[in-house]
C-alpha cells in the first residue's frame, strides 16, 4: 500500500458510543495531522503530531482524544459525539525536518452521529 | 475571523482556455502557499506550492502566482481540461510552525467540453 490510507470509509454511531479512527502513513513521514471538514466549511485543523509528540490541539473538544503509538499509526477515538460533530474527518502526513513539504491526505472517514 | 479566503465559491470554464483561481489572506506570517484539488468521496490531493521568497512556480498547466504586497495568490490552469473539475482549496503555513496549514473554503470548478 501507498500513501494514507484512513478507515473506515464511513462510520455511524450512536451519541453514546465510543469508537475510534485510524490513519496509516507509508510515505515514511515524521508528522501527522487529523483536520475535521464540516459542509460549506474550510478544512479545520485538530491536532498535530510532530515525531509522535502531540504539538498543537487547536482548542478541540475533550470527547476527541487523539493518539500516536509511532510516526506511521494515528487514531483519533471519539466518545459521547454531539450531532455537529458529524463531518468529514482528514488525516494528513508530511516530512517537516526537510523545509517546507506538502501534506498529503488520505481519503477520510465521513462521521454520522445520530 | 479567516485568515485565508477564496470568494469564489464556483468557477465555470470553457475546456481549452484559462481557469484563474484566487487566493487572498491575512497573515503575514504566511511563508508557504500550497493549492490542493479534492475530488467528491477522495481526500485533498496536492497540485502545487509556492514560497514566499518567490513569486511564480509553474508545474506543466498549473502556475501559482503570489503577489505578497497584496497577499493575493491565484492559480492559472491552462487549458483547461474537463479532468480538472473538482474543488480546489488554497493552504497557507506560517512560518516556524511545523507544517499547520490554515485552508481557504474551497473553489468549485467546472470545465465544461
Known amino acids: 500500500e501507498t500513501g494514507v490510507t484512513q478507515t473506515p470509509r464511513h462510520l455511524v454511531m450512536g451519541m453514546t458510543n465510543k469508537k475510534s479512527l485510524k490513519c496509516e502513513q507509508h510515505l515514511g513521514h515524521n508528522a501527522m495531522y487529523w483536520y475535521k471538514q464540516s459542509a460549506k466549511k474550510p478544512l479545520e485543523l485538530m491536532f498535530v503530531y510532530n515525531f509522535k509528540e502531540q504539538t498543537e490541539n487547536n482548542s478541540v473538544p475533550s470527547r476527541f482524544s487523539p493518539e500516536c503509538p509511532n510516526s506511521s499509526h494515528l487514531f483519533l477515538h471519539l466518545h459521547t459525539l454531539q450531532p455537529e460533530d458529524s463531518a468529514l474527518y482528514l488525516c494528513a502526513s508530511s516530512q517537516v525536518e526537510r523545509g517546507n513539504q506538502p501534506q498529503h491526505f488520505g481519503d477520510g472517514t465521513r462521521l454520522s452521529i445520530l | 475571523d479567516q485568515q485565508v479566503k477564496q470568494n469564489s465559491p464556483s468557477l465555470s470554464v470553457q475546456e481549452g482556455r484559462i481557469s484563474i483561481l484566487n487566493c487572498d489572506y491575512t497573515n503575514s506570517m504566511f511563508d508557504y502557499f500550497l493549492w490542493y484539488k479534492k475530488y467528491p468521496a477522495e481526500g485533498p490531493t496536492f497540485l502545487i506550492s509556492i514560497s514566499s521568497i518567490k513569486d511564480k512556480n509553474e508545474d506543466g498547466r498549473f502556475t501559482v502566482f503570489l503577489n505578497k504586497s497584496a497577499k493575493h495568490l491565484s492559480l492559472h490552469i491552462v487549458p483547461s481540461q474537463p479532468g480538472d473539475s473538482a474543488v480546489y482549496f488554497c493552504?497557507?503555513?506560517?512560518?516556524?510552525?511545523?507544517?499547520?496549514?490554515?485552508f481557504g473554503q474551497g473553489t468549485e470548478l467546472s470545465v465544461k467540453p
Open positions: 493552504a497557507a503555513s506560517p512560518y516556524n510552525q511545523g507544517g499547520k496549514l490554515i
